[in-house]
């Protein structure tokens, strides 16, 4: 009588690319646990493999967290987000609105904040890369926007200028921070939040760069 076939329990080989990406998304989710101050000892484990092993991949940690940071924050900074700000077809207004929910639909995860809080509180590189594509791609566009909506000659933004859309942005994120990190009462409409913080920006970046009561180019 033949003998059963034993079960074996090893792991599947996986091509090198996807082994590396496994290790991406694996450390995306125990840097969120863990935050940055963990080993690579400690990462290896929960990886299930060996320090060696995951050298062979990532040189370094930081190597590693240079990964997570491409994948986390630069692969969800779409293209187009910075096009439906420009986009003069329509009001200043109704697009801040458009992009505003189409960006908290993608940074409102718990993965994604705790990673951006853990590394701000660590030092690492990670905010500091984030903001400075934010400010590339999205404060700097909408208030070059709000002037041409004002009818205000083009002009570079002044510092307090960006601070009145970033004041506006971050309040917007805090909201996903106090909701999922905090578990804080907040106003359930998520929109009303968007469409109230979009309407208190514009009103107030047309006070400051026009002048006046706010209601049009005097």
Same mark, same amino acid.
């Given at each position: ?28 989710? /125990?840097?969120?646990?863990?935050? /940055?101050?963990? $080993? ?13 092993? @995951? ?29 439906? #700000? ?5 009001? +200043?207004?109704?697009? =801040?609105?458009?992009? !505003? ?18 590394? *701000? ?8 890369? !984030?903001? &400075? +594509?934010?400010?590339?791609?999205? #404060?700097?566009? #909408? ?8 009818? =205000? ?7 307090? &200028? +960006? ?7 971050? *309040?917007?994120? !805090?909201?996903?921070?106090?909701? +999922?990190? !905090?578990?804080?009462?907040? @106003? &359930? ?12 920006? =514009? @009103? %107030? @970046? ?6 006046? $009561? %706010?209601? *049009?180019?005097?």
């Amino acid at each position: 009588m033949a003998e059963p076939e034993k079960k074996t329990a090893r792991r599947r080989r996986l091509p090198s690319a996807e082994r590396r990406q496994e290790f991406i998304n694996k450390a995306i989710d /125990f840097f969120a646990e863990e935050g /940055f101050e963990s $080993s690579t000892r400690g990462l290896a484990k929960r990886l299930g493999v060996t320090q060696p092993l @995951l050298y062979r991949y990532f040189p370094s940690k930081e190597d590693l967290i240079s990964e997570v940071y491409e994948t986390v924050y630069v692969h969800r900074l779409k293209p187009d987000w910075t096009e439906m #700000i420009t986009d003069r077809s329509q009001p +200043l207004e109704q697009r =801040l609105n458009r992009f !505003y929910e189409v960006y908290t639909d993608a940074i409102f995860d718990k993965t994604w904040l705790r990673i951006f809080l853990f590394s *701000g509180l660590k030092g690492v590189d990670i905010n500091r890369r !984030y903001v &400075e +594509l934010l400010r590339e791609r999205i #404060i700097e566009p #909408i208030v070059d926007e709000a002037r041409h909506e004002f009818g =205000l000659d083009p002009e570079t933004a002044k510092d307090d &200028e +960006l601070e009145f859309a970033w004041v506006m942005h971050t *309040g917007i994120f !805090y909201y996903g921070v106090r909701k +999922l990190i !905090y578990e804080a009462t907040v @106003l &359930e409409d998520k929109t009303r939040m968007i469409e109230d913080a979009v309407a208190a920006f =514009l @009103l %107030g @970046l047309r006070r400051k760069m026009v002048g006046g $009561s %706010g209601t *049009g180019p005097s």
